[in-house]
């Protein structure tokens, strides 16, 4: 059955219409929720509670064929959230000691990009994700977020320019 009909039968109640899509898009979902996220468990946290919601309110997605991108927007929604909630958070313990961790940071780390990613503000994080973790057009970005596409264009080239600044290296001096 086409994605259409499979959102119409679980439009109607068809639990497992709705099975066939989760599992359609699941790893699309992952991919572009641990983009945003930064983590693995809140990236599979934010789908579950995404396609739970997805579910529960089928009957508000006006054209069928928008699937996708409505679920796409719900599952960044829930990212979001996570994000806003884990801001709330105090800790109790003395944080670890800086030190340790910046033998890890430089330009030859592989983890730079990500953690350069996950700096971002929420919009412009959000649009990175989807345009180079979930490999999805301007359009259909601006359909998920419900901007312009002009919009979402100026997103991503403040974004790259963000990106780009955090991971070139600092200038040193040269002694004379």
């Given at each position: ?135 999805l057009k301007v359009d259909d970005i601006a359909a998920i977020l419900e901007v312009p596409a002009g919009t979402v264009k100026s997103r991503i080239n403040r974004a790259l320019g963000r990106l780009r ?12």
């Open positions: 059955m086409n994605e259409t009909g499979l959102v119409r039968a679980a439009a109607r109640g068809d639990d497992r219409a709705f099975a066939a899509l989760a599992r359609r898009h699941e790893r699309r979902l992952y991919a572009t929720a641990h983009s945003i996220a930064g983590s693995g468990w809140d990236a599979a946290d934010a789908v579950q509670e995404g396609l739970l919601e997805a579910w529960t309110r089928l009957d508000t997605l006006r054209d069928p064929d928008g699937f996708r991108a409505w679920v796409t927007r719900i599952v960044v929604n829930k990212c979001h959230d996570q994000h806003r909630r884990a801001r709330r958070l105090v800790l109790v313990d003395e944080p670890p000691d800086d030190r340790a961790s910046h033998e890890w940071v430089g330009p030859e780390s592989a983890l730079d990009l990500a953690a350069a990613v996950r700096a971002l503000d929420d919009d412009h994080r959000t649009v990175v994700a989807l345009r180079y973790f979930a490999d600044a955090s991971l070139e290296p600092e200038p040193t001096e040269v002694p004379r």
